[in-house]
């Protein structure tokens, strides 16, 4: 480890040092010789030429007149930002800035226009204030200066390395990656008209306020970026043709508040940390929408990827700007200048696909695609050649990128004649057969006998699997013991050609959600599907081989379509206890056929008959897997039946400002994980809010990622009360329970659910009220030291509230809560008894006892400032003092939390024992399962810790407040600080008690987990299963 010096000083390059010494804290006599070159002629009547001696003028008169000792500490910029230090120069305290900062403000203070202290580890959460520390270094700035800026760390959005590096690319700069951006920066002259940042437009800062070119010309500036960074009139400059300082302020007197009493510089200031992201414009005529963000405070993917840099990077791109300032600036919105590029034919795609594969050519006469393998292949794939020798080559091409060696490839020539030949030229090791004029059943039958590999692919001449496609497929194949599995076809401009195919009880076959997005919600989530849609298909060599005999009875059929869905039909019949599996990840390109209106009418009436000869074929010989459908179904893509004999439909209803909270996203991750288990159908719908509306047909992977990892099976959908309202209609009778989250959820979609209450199950409304927000909201008012009743100011409230949450609950038929302390609440607002569902631990088991070290916190189950933070704060700052020298200094308290740690904890990681925010990151149950002790609030009567009940599931056994007894709900304790510091020491030192209350939580978590599948069983059930889950 590097040693500091316990007191920092300004040190001579020529001065032998002691320990690490920060580069901002050593003199640069060279720079202070020309930078200050007048000032110090004036003060001393000559410029010392001896470095010794210009170094002792610095310290005697140069600091206490505002001189910098070097480009890394800017004393004015330090005086301007921090009022307090120019207060107690004033006064004598201080001889400088410089002096303060080297004493105290290095801690936690900024000393640079382009470097924030506390954004910099809020920014790279694998580092902290103690941490640096430890590792000799003086604080966060000299960590960056040393290795931080060549590790390409960030600390402000005004300098963006990346564009920093394109730049002097760009202008043919010459840049060394060992120094660092920041230091390229700051130590050369040769930057200073350089685009640095998206905040920021250096040429028209200049052409805009030509003062400023003097003004740098005096050397009172290095740069136009540092002009606007540290002048002492901040309102009176606007950074950039898209942001107009005085308008925002005008139009935003909150704002013009705020700056008048200090609270931020400027109006950009605010806009950059807060405005944008609220959704306020920055100038006349530009709307921006809104930009979400947790706790108000942006990542750096958010810095750099949002509406406003949106909207200034597309202007840079098309090297447009407005012409005389900001109130003329982009009169909707510069991006909606952009003409959308028009929407190609399915002709011309069909051209663009043809030309791709004549590209070809000539790299493959070179370099031939090689399918030879040695022993038995894994894979078999079957190629049907009935489109030409272009479509064959297509596919060949897809197929080899994904091919190991351990491929066969079955291609049955059905006509190619002489270009079968000249296919040689460009692939070997296939095996050849020769079917001419033959159908595609008839294809496959020839097949069936040369099949080698215990998998079997079938795919049409002119489809392209994408690379990894038929990996996820065969995973899929295994991993879910599935018949076979069906992929996401999709056409050139990525719409979905067919995701499986839909029956209907008179034989009719409809793709799947055609001409919805790819991976759009409609089809982006694992599920059992009805046969298959033409193009492809995956399953195992023994199933395919049982049809062959079986495809002859359908040699009439000749649409492509109901040729595929008869194989899928034909594979169910033989093993009716399996299921097709569609998997989204199975994407493979399917070709159009790029006919003109004219010919496609005259075609669609010759299919019209072929179809319907085939549908009396399907009805002949499937009745038996036909009867479970619906007489007919509506070929609009908005009608997705899914059919109730792959399992119960569940209809989860939630709102989408729900998913920031810790503990729904656990609850839904656990209630979609056991309704999947017990064998449902899933489609969550986030209801949005007013405001919040996102489109229902975008985002959905987005969405995914927010609900923290929710089953692949489960359909996740969004959209405003009309959406829901939209697709209740169109999925009629279409689910067989509809689960509510909450009671607010419930009063917001009462008026759809009315509405269409002829539409829903008639005995299948499930109220989920294990969350109670009144009460979420009640609790979260507690104090740590207040030894009567805290809540009683609030109880009228808190009895007001929950009755408005519980308006609506006659509705439902079921009501579902946690635990006897929530039913009894409950009880008082209404007759019938709850269901007691309890929670679903997760059972993962944990390190022994040996293996664990660390403490726990789940700071991702607190919000705001709530009690929780409260307690956080408390046990840091009265418990773990307690703790020193008594654990190993190795035992860090580590903060569990998804995102970044909320900004009031920030000052938290000064703490020795407070472990880098990094390490919180990602899943609780990794770092239950890792660590030796939880700590935990004491629990509300009636909202137990989902944290607690995770970590029991783990084997972890929690600390908590919960030390001597409280006499009602609203009744908190005084904690002792030494109780509760003996009680962490007492269990993380004796093995014997930890192991004995590790047992003790898993059991608990056992036995909840088996009650909560019982009862979920009963509830999505029968009737009488419903009954007895209740008893």
């Keep these: 480890m590097t040693q500091i010096s316990e007191t920092i000083t300004a040190v001579a390059p020529w001065e032998e040092r002691q320990g690490h010494v920060p580069d901002w804290a050593v003199f640069d006599a060279a720079w202070y010789r020309v930078r200050y070159h007048d000032s110090i002629l004036a003060m001393n009547g000559h410029v010392p030429s001896d470095d010794e001696a210009l170094f002792a003028f610095w310290q005697r008169d140069g600091a206490r007149h505002a001189q910098s000792p070097n480009r890394l500490f800017d004393e004015i910029w330090y005086r301007r930002v921090h009022a307090d230090v120019e207060n107690g120069i004033r006064m004598g305290v201080f001889e400088s800035g410089f002096q303060h900062y080297c004493e105290t403000g290095h801690r936690g203070r900024s000393c640079h226009w382009l470097f924030s202290e506390s954004e910099y580890f809020r920014l790279n959460p694998d580092l902290t204030p103690a941490l640096v520390r430890e590792r000799g270094f003086s604080n966060g700035y000299d960590h960056y200066l040393t290795i931080g800026q060549r590790e390409r760390r960030v600390s402000s959005r005004f300098l963006?390395?990346?564009?920093?590096?394109?730049?002097?690319?760009?202008?043919?700069?010459?840049?060394?990656?060992?120094?660092?951006?920041?230091?390229?920066?700051?130590?050369?002259?040769?930057?200073?008209?350089?685009?640095?940042?998206?905040?920021?437009?250096?040429?028209?800062?200049?052409?805009?306020?030509?003062?400023?070119?003097?003004?740098?010309?005096?050397?009172?500036?290095?740069?136009?970026?540092?002009?606007?960074?540290?002048?002492?009139?901040p309102t009176g400059y606007s950074p950039g043709p898209f942001f107009d300082e005085t308008w925002y302020l005008d139009h935003n007197p909150d704002v013009n508040d705020l700056v008048r009493?200090?609270?931020?510089?400027?109006?950009?200031?605010?806009?950059?940390?807060?405005?944008?992201?609220?959704?306020?414009?920055?100038?006349?005529?530009?709307?921006?929408?809104?930009?979400?963000?947790?706790?108000?405070?942006?990542?750096?993917?958010?810095?750099?990827?949002?509406?406003?840099?949106?909207?200034?990077?597309?202007?840079?791109?098309?090297?447009?700007?407005?012409?005389?300032?900001?109130?003329?600036?982009?009169?909707?919105?510069?991006?909606?200048?952009?003409?959308?590029?028009?929407?190609?034919?399915?002709?011309?795609?069909?051209?663009?696909?043809?030309?791709?594969?004549?590209?070809?050519?000539?790299?493959?006469?070179?370099?031939?695609?090689?399918?030879?393998?040695?022993?038995?292949?894994?894979?078999?794939?079957?190629?049907?050649?009935?489109?030409?020798?272009?479509?064959?080559?297509?596919?060949?091409?897809?197929?080899?990128?994904?091919?190991?060696?351990?491929?066969?490839?079955?291609?049955?020539?059905?006509?190619?004649?002489?270009?079968?030949?000249?296919?040689?030229?460009?692939?070997?090791?296939?095996?050849?057969?020769?079917?001419?004029?033959?159908?595609?059943?008839?294809?496959?039958?020839?097949?069936?006998?040369?099949?080698?590999?215990?998998?079997?692919?079938?795919?049409?001449?002119?489809?392209?699997?994408?690379?990894?496609?038929?990996?996820?497929?065969?995973?899929?194949?295994?991993?879910?013991?599935?018949?076979?599995?069906?992929?996401?076809?999709?056409?050139?401009?990525?719409?979905?050609?067919?995701?499986?195919?839909?029956?209907?009880?008179?034989?009719?076959?409809?793709?799947?959600?055609?001409?919805?997005?790819?991976?759009?919600?409609?089809?982006?989530?694992?599920?059992?599907?009805?046969?298959?849609?033409?193009?492809?298909?995956?399953?195992?060599?023994?199933?395919?081989?049982?049809?062959?005999?079986?495809?002859?009875?359908?040699?009439?059929?000749?649409?492509?379509?109901?040729?595929?869905?008869?194989?899928?039909?034909?594979?169910?019949?033989?093993?009716?206890?399996?299921?097709?599996?569609?998997?989204?990840?199975?994407?493979?390109?399917?070709?159009?056929?790029?006919?003109n209106p004219g010919e496609r009418e005259i075609e669609d009436a010759r299919a019209a008959i072929v179809r319907a000869e085939g549908r009396e074929a399907i009805r002949r010989h499937f009745g038996d897997i036909l009867r479970g459908y619906p007489p007919v179904i509506s070929g609009s893509p908005e009608s997705l039946y899914r059919?109730?004999?792959?399992?119960?439909?569940?209809?989860?209803?939630?709102?989408?400002?729900?998913?920031?909270?810790?503990?729904?996203?656990?609850?839904?991750?656990?209630?979609?994980?056991?309704?999947?288990?017990?064998?449902?159908?899933?489609?969550?719908?986030?209801?949005?809010?007013?405001?919040?509306?996102?489109?229902?047909?975008?985002?959905?992977?987005?969405?995914?990622?927010?609900?923290?990892?929710?089953?692949?099976?489960?359909?996740?959908?969004?959209?405003?009360?009309?959406?829901?309202?939209?697709?209740?209609?169109?999925?009629?009778?279409?689910?067989?329970?509809?689960?509510?989250?909450?009671?607010?959820t419930l009063s917001e979609a009462f008026e759809v659910l009315s509405g269409q209450a002829a539409l829903l199950p008639e005995d299948g409304l499930t109220l989920d009220l294990r969350e109670l927000q009144s009460h979420a909201e009640h609790a979260a008012l507690r104090e740590i030291d207040v030894s009567t009743g805290a809540f009683q100011a609030h109880e009228l409230l808190f009895r007001s509230g929950i009755a408005e949450e519980l308006r609506q609950l006659w509705f439902c038929q079921d009501i579902v809560v946690t635990n006897e302390d929530q039913a009894g609440l409950l009880e008082a607002f209404q007759g019938n008894r709850p269901v007691l569902l309890g929670e679903n631990p997760p059972s993962v088991g944990g390190a022994a006892f040996e293996a664990r070290h660390h403490l726990l916190f789940c700071v991702s189950e607190a919000t705001g400032q709530d009690y929780e933070i409260r307690f956080l704060k408390w046990f840091v700052r009265e418990v773990l003092p307690r703790l020193e020298g008594r654990l190993p200094d190795s035992v860090k308290l580590i903060l569990a939390c998804e995102g970044p740690l909320p900004s009031e904890l920030s000052l938290m990681t000064y703490y020795q024992r407070i472990a880098p925010p990094i390490e919180g990151r990602g899943s609780f149950i990794a770092l239950a399962k890792a660590c030796r002790l939880l700590i935990v609030p004491d629990d509300v009567p009636g909202r137990p810790s989902l944290a607690r009940l995770i970590a029991g599931g783990c084997g972890l056994p929690g600390i908590d407040s919960d030390l001597e007894e409280s006499t009602s709900p609203t009744t908190t304790r005084r904690l002792d600080p030494g109780r509760f510091a003996e009680a962490v020491l007492r269990l993380y030192q004796d093995r014997d008690e930890w192991t004995r209350h590790s047992g003790e939580v898993r059991r608990q978590a056992d036995a909840m987990r088996t009650r909560y599948r019982e009862v979920l069983g009963g509830l999505v059930g029968s009737g009488e299963m419903r009954e007895r889950a209740s008893g």
């Design 160 to 233: 963006v390395p990346d564009l920093l590096r394109s730049a002097l690319l760009e202008h043919r700069l010459p840049f060394d990656p060992d120094q660092g951006e920041f230091s390229r920066l700051v130590y050369a002259d040769d930057t200073a008209g350089l685009r640095v940042t998206w905040y920021f437009d250096t040429a028209w800062y200049l052409e805009r306020y030509p003062e400023i070119t003097e003004a740098i010309a005096r050397r009172e500036f290095v740069s136009p970026l540092h002009h606007y960074l540290s002048n002492d009139a």
């Design 261 to 595: 009493a200090r609270g931020v510089r400027n109006g950009y200031e605010h806009f950059i940390r807060f405005g944008l992201f609220e959704g306020r414009s920055p100038a006349e005529g530009i709307v921006l929408a809104p930009t979400p963000c947790q706790d108000s405070a942006p990542s750096w993917a958010q810095m750099q990827n949002n509406p406003f840099v949106a909207l200034v990077r597309d202007a840079a791109k098309r090297g447009s700007a407005p012409d005389s300032g900001p109130e003329q600036a982009s009169p909707e919105h510069a991006a909606s200048e952009q003409a959308s590029p028009e929407q190609a034919s399915p002709g011309q795609i069909a051209q663009l696909v043809a030309l791709r594969a004549e590209t070809l050519l000539p790299l493959l006469a070179r370099t031939p695609l090689d399918f030879r393998y040695v022993g038995a292949p894994a894979l078999s794939v079957i190629v049907v050649a009935h489109g030409g020798f272009l479509k064959v080559l297509h596919t060949l091409a897809g197929l080899h990128e994904g091919n190991d060696g351990t491929t066969q490839i079955l291609l049955i020539d059905t006509g190619m004649q002489d270009e079968t030949a000249e296919l040689a030229r460009y692939a070997s090791g296939m095996d050849i057969l020769r079917a001419p004029g033959a159908s595609l059943q008839s294809c496959w039958q020839q097949a069936g006998g040369q099949i080698r590999g215990e998998t079997v692919l079938l795919i049409d001449a002119g489809c392209r699997p994408f690379l990894g496609a038929v990996s996820a497929a065969r995973a899929r194949l295994e991993a879910d013991r599935a018949l076979a599995v069906v992929p996401q076809i999709v056409s050139g401009d990525l719409s979905v050609l067919s995701a499986g195919a839909t029956l209907a009880r008179d034989g009719s076959i409809f793709p799947y959600a055609a001409g919805r997005e790819a991976f759009s919600p409609d089809v982006d989530f694992v599920r059992t599907c009805d046969t298959a849609g033409p193009g492809a298909l995956l399953c195992r060599r023994e199933s395919l081989q049982s049809v062959p005999g079986q495809l002859d009875r359908f040699e009439m059929l000749g649409d492509r379509g109901q040729v595929w869905a008869v194989l899928g039909l034909l594979l169910r019949q033989g093993a009716p206890e399996a299921g097709l599996i569609y998997d989204p990840a199975f994407l493979v390109a399917g070709e159009s056929d790029g006919e």
């Design 643 to 744: 059919s109730p004999r792959f399992g119960r439909r569940v209809l989860i209803l939630a709102r989408s400002s729900q998913w920031s909270s810790f503990r729904h996203r656990v609850r839904m991750q656990s209630l979609c994980d056991a309704l999947v288990g017990l064998g449902c159908q899933i489609t969550v719908f986030d209801l949005d809010g007013p405001g919040e509306g996102r489109e229902e047909s975008c985002g959905v992977r987005e969405r995914r990622d927010e609900a923290g990892g929710l089953p692949e099976e489960v359909e996740r959908r969004a959209g405003s009360l009309s959406g829901l309202d939209e697709m209740l209609r169109t999925r009629a009778r279409g689910f067989d329970r509809i689960w509510i989250c909450g009671g607010r």
